[in-house]
């Protein structure tokens, strides 16, 4: 889970069933709690049965927003669902998705959940509201719907090319017609998306770990570009834009957002994360005094496991996080404010004690917390602290479905390394370099995004997050709904 300081915030998470005669919105209920880590801040789930849009959405962790009677109401054969964190269009309930909206050649209704962002949003968003669509909520995943309803031609395939060749950015999706499912990735593949059997029915999902806790046998990737559609008639996808050899994966999934578990191009995250902490040690030796190495809970942990086999170090959890911090609706008073990253970490005095220790850790962001942790391991006793960070240094901001700060609020975009080893109260501090970032995802370069590591994107983005007028968001958060239906 993501600190909000020296983390990034999570991309979303979204799935998708076609199961005729399974109990797909339970289906689809446990699917996104395998997803939650990629989002907390809404949750929903949408199905159909071949007549309208069944539809429960609300604020808050997956466990919070269904009950057993919700589950009841979502009847159906088809079922896609998303849990959120905002990127673009900022956290209200009438961002929450998925989002539906009525076809106007059919009148039937398309259920939407994205994960991703639209660099373009914008001059989409106007290019709607001049065709006379209202906009009900400031998220991007509302543009890619209405322009699915908007498309001038009449099959899928024709709809696709249309949407697909306006829109620009970040985009994995899944979508619901009454009686279609279908999967579909941007044409650089920025965002992961796989595909599995589940019996007789299909299922989509973000990560492969949301499969495996079904018990669905993993197929494949989405291609990048590829749009799968799911019926009654079976399984068939097709490339409206045509297929590229041009791909632009994010790194921050190998770094950060997926889950350990789970496999992208073949390779699991886990060991990919201990790859990262061998090149680590590699590029940024422990000092020759060096005791011990430990992880920060939870995705530093395989790199420090790397990181310490490749040193000639013993490995040792020196610091133990409460998963439950967060999960609570109550608030803390001062004292416990004041505590800081102590509600989240706890540090063992006997693991640390008169001991020279390496931390590793996925990534600083703001810098706002890692003076915390070096004060949490000094008061346990370790006699040096030494920060190795299994990434290079975030010095751009992500357009591309990640919210992680503005330039400005970037420690590495303004500060040398030497400035912030002194501004987070290190020993020493060393980061992997890009080249060692892909080397330990085993992908080309070229098949890549390392945006928000060396501010080259892989296309043209707007200079500055969020998409979306302040005034804008604060007009709906004072009407915002569950959306539920």
């Known amino acids: ?42 949750a929903g789930i949408a199905t159909s049965d071949g007549g309208p849009v069944r539809l429960r959405t609300g604020m808050g962790l997956v466990s919070h927003v269904f009950d057993e009677p919700d589950l009841a109401r979502l009847q159906g054969h ?45 001059v989409l968003r106007e290019d709607v509201a001049a065709m ?28 696709f090319h249309y949407v697909m060749r306006r829109v620009s950015g970040a985009y994995s999706l899944t979508i619901m ?33 949301a499969l495996e806790h079904l018990g669905a046998t ?37 770094v950060y957002f997926a889950r350990p578990d789970s496999r992208l191009s073949g390779e699991l995250i886990y060991l990919a994360r201990e790859r990262l902490g ?23 942990i395989p790199a420090a496991i790397g990181f310490a086999r490749e040193a000639g170090l013993p490995y040792q959890d020196g610091l ?31 693991v640390l004690e008169g001991r020279r220790v390496v931390v590793v850790d996925d990534s600083i962001v703001r810098g706002t917390t890692k003076p915390r942790v070096m004060e949490l391991l000094r008061r346990a006793g370790a006699k040096e602290v030494h920060v190795r960070i299994a990434s290079p240094p975030i010095i751009a ?43 330990s995802t085993r992908r080309p370069a070229d098949s890549l995004c390392n945006g928000c590591f060396t501010n080259r994107y892989p296309m043209d983005v707007q200079d500055q997050l969020p998409l979306v007028a302040p005034r804008a968001e604060r007009d709906l958060a004072t009407t915002g709904s569950s959306g539920s239906g």
């Open 177 to 209: 017609t009454p009686d279609t499912l279908f999967a579909v990735r941007d044409p650089l593949g920025v965002r992961p998306l796989c595909l599995g059997r589940l019996g007789d029915g299909w299922v989509a999902a973000s990560e492969t770990c």
């Open 278 to 300: 061998e090149e680590l040690a590699r590029e940024q030796p422990a000092p020759p005094s060096a005791d011990l190495v430990i992880g920060v809970p939870d995705s530093g």
């Open 78 to 122: 088809i079922a896609i669902g998303h849990t959120r964190y905002s990127t673009a269009g900022g956290s209200l309930a009438r961002n929450a998705q998925p989002i539906v909206v009525r076809d106007r050649e059919s009148g039937s209704e398309i259920a939407v959940a994205h994960n991703g962002n639209l660099v373009n949003a914008d």
């Open 397 to 439: 901001p992500c357009h591309l479905g990640v919210d992680m700060a503005t330039r400005s609020e970037l420690i590495a975009a303004n500060n040398t390394v030497a400035e912030i080893r002194e501004h987070i109260a290190a020993d020493s501090l060393g980061y992997l370099s890009v080249e060692g970032l892909v080397r």
């Open 132 to 159: 006379g669509v209202e906009l009900h909520g400031t998220a991007d995943t509302e543009l890619i719907a209405h322009l699915l309803t908007l498309a001038p031609a009449g099959t899928w395939e024709e709809r």
């Open 1 to 42: 889970m993501s600190d909000g300081g020296d983390h990034p915030r999570e991309a979303c998470g979204v799935f998708g069933v076609y199961g005729p005669g399974e109990d797909v919105a339970r289906l689809t209920f446990y699917g996104l709690y395998s997803l939650q880590h990629r989002g907390q801040e809404s």
């Open 218 to 254: 993993i197929e494949r990737e989405v291609a990048p570009g590829e749009v799968v559609q799911i019926d009654a008639n079976g399984m068939r996808s097709f490339f409206p834009l045509g297929q590229s050899d041009r791909t632009a994966g994010c790194t921050l999934e190998y």
């Open 320 to 350: 133990v996080k409460n998963r439950y911090v967060g999960r609570t609706f109550i608030q803390p008073d001062q004292r416990i404010r004041d505590a800081g990253v102590a509600l989240k970490l706890n540090a063992m005095r006997e």
